[in-house]
């Protein structure tokens, strides 16, 4: 067990920002979450967290993971002043972190996530891994499902996918999940790119466009300046930013401040 405190995160506000989905609410402020061939539990109470792991997980998954090593505190401050928008969001969804996904689970589920709800993407995730992905089990019993590889899901039938409630998307995750399989499109060699040539990159994906492309470089590529643009990202900038949002100014971490609007879009009427 791991316990430290951590500034500027929160569970329940990760959990639900829409950037992953097989982190699950056990009770409150108790979370499980399955993530890098690894099952993981944790709680918390204000800034303590405890995480039920060992010292070495916990330094060489979860650390990078959660993006510990980040100030977030420090972006916060650097919103302009007068932005009373943004800074407004920024309160809100201060616990927000930008998460460092597996990048072959990241490119899946957000073609999953293609005109979809969270709860009805997270049920879909749920059903692949479940009949595609490897059982595993952790040293107290837990028993957990991998994320499937490109090989399982390229050897699945559409029919197949589409009993997994994914419609019209099962031939987009067979189709890349084959390229992927053949080296059409190589994974590791996107480790190594720029934001610019790694949205490219991903853009040959059968299924895969701007939106998507940008979700993947910023949730499993770390490229904080990706700003993905969804329907309620778009109304923000119509509604707030009529002479063009400044992407320039905030080009080191435009990523982080596109969660805090997403999240306040969603929550701020709560």
Same mark, same amino acid.
């Given at each position: 067990? %791991?316990?430290?405190?951590?500034?500027?995160?929160?569970? &329940?506000?990760?959990?639900?920002? !829409?950037?992953?989905?097989?982190?699950?609410?056990? &009770?409150?402020?108790?979370? !499980?979450?399955?993530?890098?061939?690894?099952?993981?539990?944790? $709680?918390?109470?204000?800034?303590?967290?405890?995480?039920?792991?060992?010292?070495?997980?916990?330094?060489? %998954?979860?650390?990078?993971?959660?993006?510990? &090593? *980040?100030?977030?505190?420090?972006?916060?401050?650097?919103?302009?002043?007068?932005?009373?928008?943004?800074?407004?969001?920024?309160? /809100?969804? #201060?616990?927000?972190?930008? @998460?460092?996904?597996? @990048?072959?689970?990241? %490119?899946? *589920?957000?073609?999953?996530?293609?005109?979809?709800?969270?709860?009805?993407?997270?049920?879909? %995730?749920?059903?692949?891994?479940?009949?595609? =992905?490897?059982?595993?089990?952790?040293?107290?019993?837990?028993?957990?499902?991998?994320?499937?590889?490109?090989?399982?899901?390229?050897?699945?039938?559409?029919? $197949?996918?589409?009993?997994?409630?994914? =419609?019209? #998307?099962?031939?987009?995750? &067979?189709? *890349?999940?084959?390229?992927?399989?053949?080296?059409?499109?190589?994974?590791?060699?996107?480790?190594?790119?720029?934001?610019?040539?790694?949205?490219?990159? @991903? /853009?040959?994906?059968?299924?895969?466009?701007?939106?998507?492309?940008?979700?993947?470089?910023?949730?499993?590529?770390?490229?904080?300046?990706?700003?993905?643009?969804? *329907?309620?990202?778009?109304?923000?900038?119509? #509604? $707030?930013?009529?002479?063009?949002?400044?992407?320039?100014?905030?080009?080191?971490?435009? !990523?982080?401040?596109?969660?805090?609007?997403?999240?306040?879009?969603?929550?701020?009427?709560?």
């Amino acid at each position: 067990m %791991i316990k430290m405190r951590i500034p500027c995160m929160d569970l &329940k506000q990760i959990c639900y920002s !829409g950037q992953c989905f097989r982190m699950n609410e056990l &009770k409150p402020n108790k979370y !499980g979450l399955i993530a890098m061939g690894y099952y993981l539990e944790i $709680e918390q109470n204000g800034e303590a967290f405890s995480f039920s792991c060992s010292e070495q997980e916990f330094d060489s %998954i979860w650390v990078n993971y959660f993006d510990l &090593k *980040t100030d977030y505190e420090r972006m916060i401050h650097c919103i302009k002043k007068e932005d009373s928008y943004l800074r407004e969001a920024a309160k /809100l969804g #201060r616990g927000i972190r930008i @998460l460092r996904q597996d @990048l072959w689970e990241t %490119i899946i *589920t957000f073609i999953v996530s293609q005109q979809n709800n969270i709860p009805r993407i997270r049920k879909c %995730i749920q059903l692949i891994c479940e009949r595609y =992905g490897q059982e595993k089990q952790t040293d107290e019993g837990k028993q957990y499902y991998d994320f499937p590889t490109p090989e399982a899901l390229a050897n699945a039938t559409e029919e $197949e996918l589409k009993a997994c409630n994914l =419609g019209y #998307r099962s031939r987009y995750i &067979k189709k *890349t999940a084959w390229s992927v399989m053949h080296n059409e499109i190589c994974l590791s060699e996107l480790y190594t790119m720029n934001h610019t040539d790694a949205k490219k990159e @991903l /853009l040959k994906l059968y299924g895969v466009g701007n939106k998507v492309a940008d979700c993947i470089c910023l949730f499993a590529l770390h490229h904080i300046e990706a700003f993905p643009i969804d *329907t309620h990202i778009q109304q923000v900038l119509n #509604r $707030e930013y009529p002479n063009g949002f400044d992407l320039e100014y905030y080009r080191e971490y435009a !990523g982080i401040l596109q969660q805090y609007m997403f999240h306040y879009e969603i929550n701020k009427k709560k």
